[in-house]
């Protein structure tokens, strides 16, 4: 006996009921696989800065990707060539250590980028920011608290410098990435890594913002002070960076 029309309706509406449902889980679940693969290649060059240090008379990698640097964790290349990108990546100073060239890139980085990981300013990095107060750290025997100190962050993109956060303000310097179900994810000090969701709308909406966009919004002398004004995230990213927030929070 064949389906009647309002039974076959009835079918495809339960159905669409369905896949409404599980296609929405499955993404979530995919996303959760991505950030999983993330969170171990965070990890993953962390251990490789560690070992970096221990040959190395404790000294830090410099976290400056600047082609004129030396001693490069990796070199940030002008080019927009993804063989060039390579090159840069394999000249690192942090490649002997992680050879594993899939380790330095979020599965849902750009397609064209070869490394979407930064490390923080004060982990070495560029130290003529005027973010960049106090000095960034040159050895692991001056980081106070390995397990609260960030070194490596998911930026989108490897830029030509360190990642820089505020220290004195409470401002966003850098974009801050929003990825993984709205968050990004860190790795620290003492080698382990973390996932950070967002609290604030605000935080989210720099985070989904195309970079260029995002660094011309946070550097409005106007309007930059709104994104980060009372900003939990902002606040817990800065403690990460610099150990401690340079300024009383207003919140």
């Not at 409404?20 to 490789?48: D, M, Y």
């Not at 290349?77 to 690192?92: P, Y």
């Not at 100073?93 to 490390?119: D, H, M, Q, W």
């Not at 990004?184 to 260029?212: C, L």
């Amino acid at each position: 006996m064949g389906f009647t029309l309002i039974e076959l309706l009835v079918v495809i509406a339960i159905i669409a009921v369905l896949m409404a449902i599980i296609i929405p889980a499955l993404n979530r679940i995919r996303e959760q696989g991505k950030r999983t693969v993330c969170l171990n290649n965070v990890k993953q060059i962390s251990i490789a800065w560690n070992m970096y240090a221990d040959d190395n008379n404790d000294k830090l990698v410099v976290g400056n990707t600047h082609q004129g640097m030396d001693y490069c964790w990796v070199y940030w290349e002008r080019s927009l060539s993804e063989e060039d990108k390579m090159r840069g990546l394999e000249n690192g100073y942090l490649f002997p250590y992680c050879p594993n060239k899939k380790l330095y890139k979020c599965p849902t980085g750009i397609r064209s980028e070869v490394v979407t990981y930064a490390i923080v300013d004060n982990m070495n990095g560029h130290d003529a920011i005027e973010g960049a107060i106090p000095p960034p750290l040159k050895t692991r025997m001056q980081i106070r608290n390995p397990s609260m100190q960030i070194v490596f962050l998911d930026e989108g993109r490897l830029s030509p410098s360190s990642w820089i956060v505020y220290y004195y303000q409470e401002k966003w310097w850098d974009q801050i990435t929003a990825r993984h179900g709205d968050g990004t994810n860190f790795s620290f000090a003492d080698g382990h890594s973390e996932y950070w969701k967002w609290k604030d709308p605000r935080t989210v909406k720099i985070g989904r913002m195309d970079y260029t966009a995002a660094l011309t919004t946070l550097n409005l002398s106007l309007s930059d002070s709104y994104w980060g004004q009372d900003n939990p995230d902002l606040h817990r990213v800065q403690r990460g960076a610099w150990g401690k927030l340079g300024y009383i929070p207003s919140d």
